[in-house]
């Protein structure tokens, strides 16, 4: 059995699949349209719709197929050995013997489905590295599955999208108004959300992720002072100079001529 075994189906209506042994690896399957079931002996039938994701462990009796009352089941599924370390990221919540499940919000469900379809297009590729490739989406979709265990410290899919936009725009404008636009949540929802994931306010954690990509750029450059400024979203060189003084404890200058290695 190849160490990982990625797929894509669409099924219609009666679809079934039987294994009353089980498999000898771990199968993932994320249901990204209609709904299935999945057969759970000796309890009732579990029901999988858009954004559920399913792990059954190896030598698990089951069936699965679409679910009677829905018209098709899409699905992503994986066979897989996981690499050493990732039984951590299966531990989730048991919804039968040998049967784990976790709902995930639906931009959770969109980057693991992203993953996973990687995976599969690096299987039927056959490029050098496939299954390394493949191997690297599933461990990307487990890590995002983990974000969402019940035991886990689960960040808010619009925290999330707050946090990734100021990353990837440092140099951007930002207001809590603007932020909350984006999150299409009002200000004062945000600033309650980021309070509790991450235990700061909103323009904080733009701040501070703005000094951090400035003291990185510092170390690693050669660009002035201002351009660094620039570069992290501060139109005032003065201006950032006493913010980055302020929460590193030393000017921009200072800072790189002791972290810049001779």
């Known amino acids: 059995m190849d160490r990982l075994l990625p797929g894509k189906f669409v099924m219609g209506g009666g679809y079934t699949t039987r294994r009353p042994h ?39 009796p089951h069936d699965y197929g679409t679910d009677p009352h829905a018209d098709g089941w899409e699905l992503l599924w994986a066979h897989l050995q996981p690499r050493p370390g990732w039984l951590g990221l299966l531990d989730w919540p048991m919804a039968a013997p040998g049967i784990r499940r976790l709902d995930l919000p639906p931009e959770v469900s969109r980057r693991v489905a992203a993953a996973l379809t990687r995976a599969v297009t690096f299987h039927h590729g056959r490029m050098r590295n496939a299954t390394l490739f493949g191997m690297n989406a599933v461990e990307e979709a487990l890590l995002w599955c983990d974000t969402q265990r019940p035991t ?38 945000l600033s309650h959300l980021f309070a509790r994931h991450l235990r700061l306010g909103v323009m904080s954690h733009v701040e501070q992720q703005r000094i951090a990509a400035a003291k990185d750029l510092l170390r690693v450059s050669s660009f002035t002072v201002a351009s660094v400024a620039a570069r992290v979203g501060y139109e005032d060189p003065l201006y950032f100079s006493r913010r ?19």
């Open 22 to 60: 089980g498999t000898s690896d771990w199968l993932l399957i994320l249901t990204v349209d209609g709904a299935g079931r999945v057969g759970a002996p000796p309890g009732p039938d579990l029901v999988v719709e858009r954004h559920s994701v399913v792990c059954l462990a190896p030598r698990t």
């Open 244 to 262: 980055f003084r302020r929460s590193v404890g030393q000017s921009p200058t200072e800072y790189r001529a002791a972290h810049v290695e001779g």
């Open 152 to 189: 886990a410290d689960r960040l808010d899919p619009r925290v999330l999208a707050v946090v990734e936009h100021v990353s990837n725009r440092l140099e951007e404008p930002h207001s809590v108004r603007s932020l909350a636009a984006l999150a299409g949540v009002s200000p004062s929802r």
